[in-house]
């Protein structure tokens, strides 16, 4: 098994493929708005949602310690809301959270979970037990999950604001002034309204993204049983920076998105005998067997975390 020790010891010390990934995200999203008027119709359109998701992988990145050991100067990269919804700093925390095995998929401790426990379900109306059913489904993920995860973050927000909880209020002002410039200018050079950007561009974007987590946890005894490995193609690897490789990341959360795959090759038996042998074959044959038909049952079966 890879030590994370030895592995970063070994990487370069600069991360220049880091660094070219930042200056590749900002410069296409540049790029696509600039020249998106010439564009054949439908190609700018297309390249800004993947772009958009691909900047929320970056982001994903940076908060883990990446290009550099300062997180402040990692931040700088990813403040900038190409992607939208919510501030850097807030997807930060969250996500560190997140890493904290024990709880994965426990509901109300995994702020990434996906699954009820139980007895929300039970008292929840059935339009509501409805909608959790279609969460466990692709379409259900990429058309309703953006939605779920916008309003959830604005209604912390105000939530916080209620208990004169201001920790990041500061964040969200950044965010917004950065926001509003980036809209006007996305519609001078491009023609793209504000509304356009918001619905067209930065919501498909984060439910490209969302893809990538719709079935990379699941409940299991074991928190290493947990974690999936999903064996995705080449485009796929690189529009979530190897984070389909979920088992490698969780076990060496500083290893750089670049070395992943070697660590996986290097050890793909141990991998896979940790996680209990939780694989997926890439992210097609979730789509053609999992569009309409739910993955898994939403209600957590109530592992103490």
Known sequence: MLNPT?????????????????????GAWLALLLFYRALPAGMGQVGLVLV??????LQHELLHGHPTRHAALNQLFGVFPISVWYPFAIYRDSHLLHH??????????DPEGNYVNATAY??????????????RTVVGRLLLGPLLAISSAWWHLLAAMWRRDFTYLGDWLVHLLLLLPMLWWANAVAGLTPLHYLLGIAYPALGLAMLRSFYEHRPAAVPAHRIVINEAAWPWQLLYLNNNYHAVHHAHPGLA?????????ADREGYLQ???????????RLLW????????SPIHPGFKP
Request: glycine fraction near 8%; hydrophobic fraction near 45%; avoid cysteine.
């Open 100 to 109: 904290r095995d024990a709880r994965l998929t426990a509901p109300g401790l």
């Open 122 to 135: 039970q008292q929840g109306l059935p339009a509501w037990q409805a909608l959790q059913w279609a969460l």
């Open 274 to 284: 940790r996680n209990g042998g939780f694989l997926v074959k890439g992210y097609g």
């Open 52 to 57: 958009a998701a691909w900047h929320l992988s």
């Open 289 to 296: 067997r999992h569009a309409l038909r739910p993955v898994d």
């Open 6 to 26: 030895k592995a970063k010891q070994a990487g370069p010390s600069i991360e220049w493929p880091t660094w070219l990934l930042i200056v590749a995200v900002h």
């Open 257 to 265: 998105w670049y070395r992943i795959p070697a660590a996986y090759r």
